[in-house]
């Protein structure tokens, strides 16, 4: 939730949690827009990020900048933000149970041909019992998700 701040331009404010913080890396606007109704969208520029957490909030304050010379947007009015794309929701996911944890890193078997192959995997966000798969693995190979943790790299795959 983002609150106005300002008319034209108009400032929206929003505090986020540490999780929804590292979903803006990189941004340079989000999308935002009226729950009442929710069909009308516009593009807010990311104006102020805080790169330190509020110690008393536990946040990191985000500010965006709207043009607003019809005066669409009021003050006190709260308007909802979109910190992710549909797009960037479309994701390349693993069930968590085939995930091996060893020290700081993390692996997975894949089944590669006649054997199986340990692979260091780059782990993203969690929903459910999968996980967000950032490098590793590619679409479509064979995960092995039972058993993996008995299994040694380069182990010939038995019939």
Same mark, same amino acid.
Do not use: C, W
């Given at each position: 939730?983002?609150?106005?701040?300002?008319? @034209?331009?108009?400032?929206?404010?929003?505090?986020?949690?540490?999780?929804?913080?590292? #979903?803006?890396?990189?941004?340079?606007? #989000?999308?935002?827009?009226?729950? @009442?109704?929710?069909?009308?969208?516009?593009?807010?520029?990311?104006?102020?990020?805080?790169?330190?957490?509020?110690?008393?909030?536990?946040?990191?304050? #985000?500010?965006?900048?709207?043009?607003?010379?019809?005066?669409? #947007?009021?003050?006190?009015?709260?308007?909802?933000?979109?910190?992710?794309?549909?797009?960037?929701?479309?994701?390349?996911?693993?069930?968590?149970?085939?995930?091996?944890?060893?020290?700081? @890193?993390?692996?997975?078997?894949?089944?590669?041909?006649?054997?199986?192959?340990?692979?260091?995997?780059?782990?993203?966000?969690?929903?459910?019992?999968?996980?967000?798969?950032?490098?590793?693995?590619?679409?479509?190979?064979?995960?092995?998700?039972?058993?993996?943790?008995?299994?040694? @790299?380069?182990?010939?795959?038995?019939?």
């Amino acid at each position: 939730m983002g609150q106005i701040q300002q008319i @034209d331009p108009i400032k929206v404010t929003a505090e986020l949690s540490e999780n929804n913080y590292q #979903l803006l890396k990189g941004k340079q606007e #989000l999308v935002y827009y009226d729950p @009442d109704p929710p069909t009308n969208k516009g593009t807010a520029k990311i104006s102020y990020l805080a790169p330190i957490m509020s110690a008393t909030s536990k946040t990191y304050t #985000l500010e965006l900048e709207v043009s607003n010379k019809e005066h669409q #947007l009021r003050p006190g009015k709260r308007y909802m933000i979109e910190l992710t794309t549909e797009a960037e929701e479309q994701v390349s996911a693993i069930p968590t149970l085939s995930v091996i944890r060893e020290n700081s @890193d993390t692996f997975v078997f894949v089944k590669s041909g006649g054997q199986y192959q340990k692979r260091k995997v780059s782990l993203g966000r969690i929903n459910g019992e999968y996980q967000e798969v950032l490098a590793g693995v590619k679409e479509g190979e064979q995960l092995v998700i039972t058993g993996q943790n008995t299994l040694k @790299d380069g182990q010939s795959v038995e019939s």
